[in-house]
């Protein structure tokens, strides 16, 4: 008999075909009353599929007594339940690494964008402003002072290209990471001070939560420029508004946002910051790779083995 999964939001088409072929596969978000739903048939699941900005709450994991696999598709897990998943023995799959080039090729893309105002360029030439007047002059990126705060895989990936760009790199992270001959600076704000661009590749959650604060914003000054690739929650997007509508920061490049799909008003009518809707990990090659963890995972879960890439 095939295995009972549940499936939270929606995935890639290709993933959800798979899935169905292989399980017993019921979307939630099919069902118009999903409470209702799971009070009458919670119990029958033996395994989660959900993706990082979906999550799996304790309400979820409360209303699926039986549950014994989540498989979630994507790096984050600041919208996994992760205590309760441990409390009962839950395993938990997910997808890093496969993701991480991707990821960084478009951090960098990002900084290149808003310091030489790619997107912005286009904006002018499209208007017709070419016609009349010059295009501002923008900010070279070869040879500046890179901040990265979170060293971790991503992190890694982004500083490794910078490499090519001969900029100078500094980090912060929870502990110096070994075998980096990159410098540590132990203040977030001091790092900022230092930077002109500095890249946000930590993980989200309670933890990093407005980690990038008034104060960081500050110290970044003027002249430099924030990159996030990261979550929206790590940035207190409030007074990031408030730095780049004051120009007390020179731009942003935001993947990221507090409350997606939702992007601040205030925002939108600032021309020194890139708004992107959460695309960093979104290539065919990339997004293939991690449905293949997805599938990995509950295979190795429902044959008794060890998960691929396991969370919990
Ligand atoms: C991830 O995998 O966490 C990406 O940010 C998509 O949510």
Redesign the pocket.
């Known amino acids: 008999m095939k295995k009972r999964i549940l499936q939270n939001g929606r995935l890639l088409p290709a993933l959800e075909t798979a899935l169905a072929e292989e399980y017993d596969l019921h979307p939630l978000w099919r069902e118009p009353e999903p409470a209702a739903y799971l009070r009458q048939h919670g119990a029958s699941f033996d395994g989660l599929v959900t993706?990082?900005?979906v999550g799996a709450d304790a309400a979820l994991l409360q209303a699926l007594p039986n549950l014994k696999i989540i498989s979630s598709?994507?790096?984050?897990?600041d919208k996994l339940d992760l205590d309760m998943a441990r409390e009962r023995k839950i395993r938990v799959g997910?997808?890093p690494n496969v993701?991480n080039d991707c990821?960084a090729d478009l951090a960098f893309g990002m900084m290149i964008d808003i310091a030489r105002g790619i997107a912005a360029a286009d904006r002018f030439v499209r208007r017709g402003d070419w016609l009349n007047a010059k295009f501002p002059i923008a900010t070279r990126i070869s040879g500046k002072r890179l901040g990265i705060v979170g060293l971790g895989r991503i992190g890694q990936a982004i500083a490794r290209r910078a490499g090519g760009f001969d900029m100078e790199i500094a980090y912060t992270n929870l502990q110096p990471v070994e075998g980096f001959s990159y410098r540590h600076e132990p203040s977030l704000a001091g790092l900022a001070a230092w930077a002109d661009f500095l890249v946000v590749s930590v993980a989200g959650g309670a933890q990093t939560r407005h980690l990038i604060s008034r104060d960081v914003l500050a110290a970044l000054g003027q002249k430099g420029f924030l990159i996030n690739?990261s979550?929206g929650t790590v940035v207190d997007e409030e007074a990031l508004v408030d730095a780049l509508v004051g120009k007390t920061i020179a731009g942003a490049a935001l993947d990221?946002f507090a409350n997606e799909p939702h992007v601040p008003a205030r925002l939108l009518e600032c021309d020194n910051v890139l708004v992107l809707p959460?695309i960093?990990?979104g290539t065919a090659e990339t997004r293939a790779a991690?449905a293949d963890l997805v599938l990995s995972n509950l295979r190795a879960h429902f044959s008794g083995k060890e998960l691929v890439t396991p969370l919990v």
Not at 73 to 77: L, N, Q, R
């Open positions: 993706s990082a900005p598709f994507g790096v984050g897990f997910y997808t993701l990821v690739v979550r990221v959460h960093a990990s991690m």
